[in-house]
């Protein structure tokens, strides 16, 4: 079985930020408390923070071959998670095992050979396995000594003898690669993750990065909304306009405000993307852009001079809207230039919204 064959974890369909929870207790305590299957979500969060292994699986349970949380980055580098719900600090023994069909299943090729092997247990690992994990050359010798007592049997089905072939890969094998964290070190890379907010409350922990870069060249995906500007200067200026290489030639006082009517577009493009990461869903931008909707909806069949006075007018009263109720601008995410923005996005997206009287 390899990454592909497996799904992303879910996301939930709809997720609820809470201040307060009834459960008080630090996250560290909580996440003693839990149970296997949650302690490897856990696990998958927080492992989706790190570098950039963009696909990252599960494949807990019977038959995963050592390996309970599976990442791999875009250069086919993996990554192996091993979760171990003990109620006790992890020894040499409880691992050896995992050190066991680690070999193995690289052995016989059924499984990549890791770039790092992570141990992760609610109550850490105690202090031998660390001595050994610091010494990585000792676990060769030591599997071998402990192999019938401890893999021969707890590898698969059928007892797997420790063949001279065998040996010398466990020999030759590169140990290094066995690595761990505290508990507490991973929380505090958690904090870092779309899923901390949900998982332990106190509300969102991530701030938002506002710098934009708007390109020079406009894309294909703003063409929609830019035509609707253009359109829009076009009646004020009684002259059809159609591309903003002749706005820039017959009207060139109009290159400041489209530059930023662009950078308002991207600003709410950069809410949306910040929104649909740590939000764990699209649901609060979406609600957020139909309220701006139904905000300056009115606005769109008013009776105006020409759609540049409407514009301007939908610009000045879409930052009076009251958006108070809605998460992303709860956690004072929603600045006046993504409002105007998001009329940009709707502009691209409904065929209704529309600043000319005549298009």
Known sequence: MNIECLAPFPAPEKVIIKDAEGDTRVPYERVKSYDDKEFELFIREWVVSLKNKYQVRGFGGAGDKGRDVVAKDGNNHYSYYQCKHYD????????????????????????????????????????????????????????????????????TKEPIGLSPELKSYIESFDFSIIKTKSMLEVIEEHKSTAFYAFRFGGGLTVTRDRHITVPDVIEKYETIYIQKYLAAVSEREKVSIDTVSELAHKFPKYMANLKVQRERFYSAENLKTFASKHLLTDDYFKDLVDDIYYGIYDLLGKLYADGYERLNDVMAQVVRIDLKHNLLSKYDLVHPQDRQGICHQLANERSDIVWANTN
């Not at 069909?101 to 690992?125: C, F």
């Open 88 to 155: 006790h600090p992890l020894t040499p023994s409880d691992m050896l095992p995992e050190f066991g069909k680690l070999v193995y299943y690289t052995y016989i090729d059924e499984i990549p050979l890791p770039h790092e092997y992570y141990i992760l247990a609610p109550m850490d690992i105690g202090a031998k396995l660390n001595d050994l994990i610091d010494t990585p050359s000792n676990i060769n010798g030591m599997l071998i000594e402990k192999w019938d007592s401890n893999c021969r049997t707890k590898i």
